[in-house]
């Protein structure tokens, strides 16, 4: 079998897929142009090609994409940190262009003339793809040309390295000498394992650990821009009048909300799968395992969350005992969540799946563990209207972190004595 075929049976699934995809938008969009502008023969079928010829180019632009994650991964060593980078990067761009995309329309239909000529000077392939959808058959097929030439190229591209890269295996390097092992706590090799677990699945860490990103770029924002940031919510505070007290809770309770979305502990047993015999056989108690499963949580959750809190109130301009405080609340909702999550999981544990999306994404545990601990975060912020008529804000928050502690050890509890009944019999 050449490498032609091989190449194009993969890239026909990619071109279905795309295609899909653009009808999804592109027929509503043409049926809606149809009926409130009309169309003749030749714009019809111009409008026709051209959606053939977009899906041709998102393949070509997929491919293109494709080929560099695949030629970046085969140079560093964790595949999951590149996949993790490159989903970052595309949510970014695609949020950067879709909040700047109502500007954007504004300005070209103020402008019409203006943006027309610029668009039609700077991007070519563009400009004749939206004037042959008037009809323009020429244009049409300008823009087919480019499009398959570029798809020619990419996949003249991927023939030279397609094997090279597909068939690549990892260098292993033979040392002669001493070999020195290092050994570790149980503890400590509990806890590397579900840290490792994480950090090498993609879907893991997309799905339960993106809150660990968004609390320090939330953070530097808000620094950068505290002077605007504080104006407008002392504004929004001072309208609404209950809340007015709750400003110096708003950084705890925004960098809560976020933590919540760090759902690493609710999957952490249902992951264990099939394999999970080899944990109950081995000679560990129960609740050691589950210990590690929340340290791990906690420990993935602390440092973004502290110093994302810390950042925040000297953002807020809270003062030492205020920004103190603050950090006091978010570690102990943290140490409340993991439990809570784990706490879940037992319960409603799926230990039979054929991929780790369906734990990470669909189970029960991770629904109710996202949902409890934002229901939570809002309880705790909305409660300050009434608690602040008598209290200082600082002594609601003592109050909020004497709470959560007596949450976590009932939790605490629950894990170590039913907890672990539940793990050894799953």
Not at 19 to 47: H, R
Not at 59 to 77: M, Q, R
Not at 245 to 270: G, M
Request: contains cysteine.
């Amino acid at each position: 079998m050449s490498a032609y075929t091989i190449i194009l049976a993969r890239l026909l699934s990619v071109y279905l897929l795309g295609l899909l995809y653009s009808l999804i938008v592109e027929i509503p969009t043409l049926i809606v142009y149809w009926v409130k502008v009309g169309a003749t023969f030749l714009t019809a079928l111009g409008q026709v090609l051209c959606v053939g010829i977009i899906s041709l180019f998102v393949l070509a632009i997929s491919v293109a994409l494709g080929y560099i994650v695949a030629v970046v991964s085969s140079k560093i060593h964790s595949k999951t940190f590149v996949s993790v980078l490159c989903t970052l990067l595309f949510l970014f761009v695609y949020y950067f262009a879709y909040f700047k995309m109502n500007e954007l329309i504004r300005r070209v239909a103020e402008n019409a003339e203006h943006y027309g000529e610029k668009f039609r000077s700077s991007t070519f392939f563009l400009y004749h793809l939206a004037y042959g959808a008037q009809g323009d058959i020429k244009s049409v097929l300008i823009a087919l040309a480019i499009t398959l030439a570029l798809l020619f190229i990419i996949i003249l591209v991927l023939r030279r390295s397609f094997f090279k890269i597909a068939t690549k295996t990892e260098k292993s390097k033979h040392k002669k000498g001493r070999t020195t092992i290092k050994t570790s706590s149980l503890k400590s090799a509990l806890l590397k394992k579900e840290l490792k677990r994480f950090a090498t699945s993609t879907n893991y860490m997309m799905n339960c650990g993106l809150g660990l990103i968004i609390m320090p770029v939330l953070a530097v924002f808000a620094l950068i821009k505290a002077d605007a940031m504080n104006e407008l919510l002392g504004g929004m505070l001072a309208d609404l009048g209950i809340f007015a007290n709750a400003f110096p809770l708003i950084p705890a309770c925004s960098i809560c909300a976020i933590c919540s979305l760090n759902a690493i502990s609710a999957p952490s047993v249902s992951l264990e799968g099939k394999s999970i015999w080899v944990l109950q056989s081995l000679p560990v108690e129960e609740k050691l395992i589950i210990e590690a499963k929340v340290n791990a949580h906690v420990l993935l959750n602390s440092i973004p969350a502290v110093i994302s809190t810390v950042l925040l109130g000297i953002a807020f301009r809270l003062d030492v005992v205020g920004i103190v405080l603050s950090c006091c609340v978010v570690w102990m909702f943290i140490w409340f969540d993991a439990r809570f999550g784990l706490v879940e999981n037992l319960k409603h544990c799926n230990l039979v799946w054929t991929s780790e999306v369906v734990p990470v994404k669909q189970g029960l545990s991770v629904f109710l563990s996202l949902l409890v601990g934002f229901a939570v975060t809002m309880i705790m912020l909305g409660a300050s209207i009434f608690v602040c008529e008598y209290v200082s804000m600082y002594v609601y928050m003592v109050i909020l972190v004497a709470v959560l502690m007596i949450f976590n050890l009932a939790e605490q509890r629950w894990l170590n004595n039913k907890g672990s009944k539940i793990f050894k019999t799953l």
